[in-house]
């Protein structure tokens, strides 16, 4: 069985093996990550905190995930995870435990639930729909980040190529 982490280096080299339709940022360091975090209140799980170290933001075969980014015409302000975290909180009362990571193109947003950490600190992926506020009737993605993204990316370059 794969560990979270060990699916998030697969996507990685997944990733990095296909850069004709893959793209991605330089990558967060480990103040940006803990900036973001102090920001949104909640930590990233190892999985996610391990793309965006990578990362800061990426997509292949259509899949884009949010990750934390910043562009010179924001300056310091963190986009991504966080800005449309924060967004979701202020503007329709989303849990503050969940963290947007994608959004799922149908309205929803995919997320990540702080509030059901397993024993490696993983939290389930879940889709959260304006106006939801009963969790067990939000669809459950996956167990953790890591594991969901490389299944998600792994069927998409499948159905690209």
Same mark, same amino acid.
Request: overall charge negative; proline content about 4%.
């Given at each position: 069985?794969?560990?979270?982490? /060990?699916?998030?280096?697969?996507?990685?080299?997944? =990733?990095?093996?296909?850069?004709?339709?893959?793209?991605?940022?330089?990558?967060? &360091?480990? /103040?940006?990550?803990?900036?973001?975090?102090? /920001?949104?209140?909640?930590? %990233?799980?190892?999985?996610?905190?391990?793309?965006?170290?990578?990362?800061?933001?990426?997509?292949?075969?259509?899949?884009?995930?949010?990750? =934390?980014? *910043?562009?010179?015409? %924001?300056? *310091?302000?963190?986009?991504?995870?966080?800005?449309?975290?924060?967004?979701?909180?202020? *503007?329709?009362?989303?849990?503050?435990?969940?963290? =947007?990571?994608? %959004?799922?193109?149908?309205?929803?947003?995919?997320?990540? &639930?702080?509030?059901?950490? &397993?024993?490696?600190?993983?939290?389930?992926?879940?889709?959260?729909?304006?106006?939801?506020?009963?969790?067990?009737?939000? /669809?459950?993605?996956? &167990?953790?980040?890591?594991? %969901?993204?490389?299944?998600?990316?792994?069927?998409?370059?499948?159905?690209?190529?």
């Amino acid at each position: 069985m794969t560990t979270a982490i /060990e699916a998030s280096e697969g996507l990685i080299e997944l =990733v990095r093996g296909n850069d004709d339709i893959a793209s991605h940022a330089d990558g967060c &360091d480990i /103040e940006t990550v803990a900036a973001a975090e102090r /920001e949104l209140g909640v930590a %990233f799980p190892p999985s996610y905190r391990r793309m965006i170290e990578e990362f800061g933001t990426w997509d292949i075969a259509g899949e884009e995930f949010l990750g =934390v980014y *910043q562009t010179p015409a %924001f300056g *310091q302000k963190l986009l991504g995870s966080v800005t449309e975290t924060m967004d979701a909180r202020g *503007q329709y009362g989303m849990p503050f435990e969940l963290i =947007v990571v994608m %959004f799922d193109g149908m309205g929803g947003l995919v997320v990540l &639930d702080a509030s059901k950490a &397993d024993q490696e600190g993983e939290y389930p992926v879940l889709v959260w729909n304006p106006g939801i506020a009963d969790r067990q009737s939000m /669809e459950r993605l996956g &167990d953790n980040f890591g594991s %969901f993204a490389l299944l998600l990316c792994q069927r998409a370059l499948t159905r690209w190529r």
